[in-house]
């Protein structure tokens, strides 16, 4: 069974969600989408994903990465990817979405793009 670990932290008015494990059909990928929900039902609008712990993303976690954006961006949010790991990347260019999602490596660089 795969295993999502999510620690959330925040820096001012941006919540970050620590990613460890993988994202994937069943467990991790609805954990993901419950923590990211809970955040947006608090009001926060401003999310950032750090997936320097993401070993693996398949097709379900990766649709997860999409509505969990929509679900955001609907709330007048913004929802932002950090530290990609080389497998996650090549995912992300493969199906296009690398366009589609702002993507930082330094945590500094991700909070000041934050409007």
């Known amino acids: 069974m795969a295993q ?3 620690k959330q932290r925040q820096a001012g008015d941006v919540a970050i969600l620590d ?4 994202v ?3 467990d991790s990928a609805t954990a993901l989408r419950g923590a990211i929900r809970e955040l ?3 009001g926060n609008k401003k999310i950032l994903l750090n997936l320097a712990g993401v070993r693996y993303i398949d097709s379900s976690g990766i649709g997860e990465l ?3 954006y929509t679900t955001v961006g609907r709330s007048g949010g913004q929802l932002k990817l950090l530290n990609l790991t080389d497998k996650v990347q090549d995912l992300l260019v493969i ?3 690398l366009t ?3 993507v930082y490596e330094s945590e500094a660089e991700a909070l000041s ?3």
């Open 100 to 102: 589609v999602f702002d």
């Open 66 to 68: 999409i509505a969990n």
């Open 4 to 6: 999502l670990h999510i």
């Open 113 to 115: 793009s934050f409007k």
């Open 40 to 42: 947006v039902a608090a």
């Open 24 to 26: 994937r059909i069943g």
């Open 19 to 22: 990613l460890d494990g993988e």
């Open 95 to 97: 199906t296009k979405l």
